[in-house]
């Protein structure tokens, strides 16, 4: 079965600094990958996804992530935080076209920006 | 706003009690998911319609849920005798599936469930 991995629950970075969010993921085929981000009361929002092609793909709100296949690794970075970046990120994996299953996500991890 | 919209954006029922969501996918997608996030999680799949035809169900999905998508737009969730177990944000995704691999889910905002 597909699953997720987030190993950071909870990440505090200085506004300005760079940010690097960890995601494993183990999928028995080519995986897509997203990362998503949801901030309070709100739903989720797609900030890049990979699905073939170039490893390092770029997302929005300054955001970019590089799919490694060795590591089973698709983690998300982003050079310089903002305040507005506090907020709640998921990693997720799944079939072309949405799959039967939907989605798998990781369990977040909360990323709060000190001033 | 990702052009997906569910109603109620909160819901607060006593134990027991029946609760119908309803989710309005973006117009031209094909597929529609709903998801059940709970406090610390991430979301997980219970079940996913193809125009309205339910195609999976999740393990998770009890007999006391079910869900419809009568005319392949719109989809209603049902929780029926609520338990406190059930409090969770209720998440609807659509996608338009067969774009040659770039298919994207979009989100609403969710159905925030508070069982008492």
């Known amino acids: 079965a597909q699953s997720v991995t987030q190993p950071d629950i909870h990440i505090t970075v200085s506004e300005g600094a760079s940010l690097e969010l960890r995601c494993n993921y183990s999928?028995?085929?080519?995986?897509?990958l997203f990362w998503y981000v949801q901030s309070p009361g709100q739903g989720l929002q797609l900030l890049l996804k990979?699905?073939?092609?170039?490893?390092l793909v770029q997302g929005i709100k300054g955001f970019e992530a590089e799919f490694k296949r060795s590591q089973s690794s698709f983690n998300l970075r982003k050079p310089s935080v903002h305040w507005s970046d506090a907020a709640e990120y998921f990693c997720?994996?799944?079939?072309?076209?949405?799959?039967?299953?939907?989605?798998?996500f990781g369990k977040g991890t909360h990323l709060i920006i000190q001033p | 706003d990702t052009g997906v919209s569910q109603n109620p954006r909160h819901k607060i029922t006593k134990r027991g009690q029946n609760v119908t969501f309803r989710c309005d996918p973006i117009?031209?997608?094909?597929?529609l998911y709903w998801y059940r996030q709970t406090l610390g999680q991430g979301p997980e799949f219970l079940t996913y319609?193809?125009?309205?035809?339910?195609?999976?169900k999740s393990r998770l999905l009890s007999d006391r849920f079910s869900a419809e998508r009568p005319k392949g737009s719109f989809s209603t969730l049902e929780i029926q005798r609520t338990e406190q177990g059930d409090s969770a944000m209720y998440l609807c995704?659509?996608?338009?599936?067969?774009?040659?691999?770039?298919?994207?889910?979009?989100f609403g905002p969710g159905t925030r469930l508070t069982v008492l």
């Open positions: 995704a659509s996608i338009k599936s067969g774009t040659g691999g770039l298919d994207t889910q979009y």
């Open positions: 319609f193809q125009n309205e035809a339910q195609l999976e």
């Open positions: 999928y028995g085929a080519t995986p897509y």
């Open positions: 117009s031209e997608h094909n597929r």
């Open positions: 990979y699905f073939s092609g170039d490893t």
């Open positions: 997720a994996v799944g079939a072309r076209g949405g799959g039967a299953d939907g989605l798998t």
